[in-house]
């Protein structure tokens, strides 16, 4: 994907947790970045997520 693409999803991504009283931590970037890419499927970041809790 296109840089200038991944940057404009990320800030999209950005702005709706935000709106939900959310805050993004760098490490959060690196992941939503991953999953934005493909470099990190979208099913196995959800599913490590329930596995946290």
């Not at 709106?19 to 959800?46: C, M, P, Q, W």
């Amino acid at each position: 994907m296109h840089k200038i693409k991944i940057d404009k999803a990320y800030e999209q991504a950005k702005a709706i947790i935000k709106l939900e009283g959310f805050k993004l931590t760098s490490e959060d970037e690196k992941i939503i970045k991953a999953v934005i890419t493909g470099k990190l499927k979208r099913e196995k970041f959800i599913g490590s997520l329930q596995k946290q809790r």
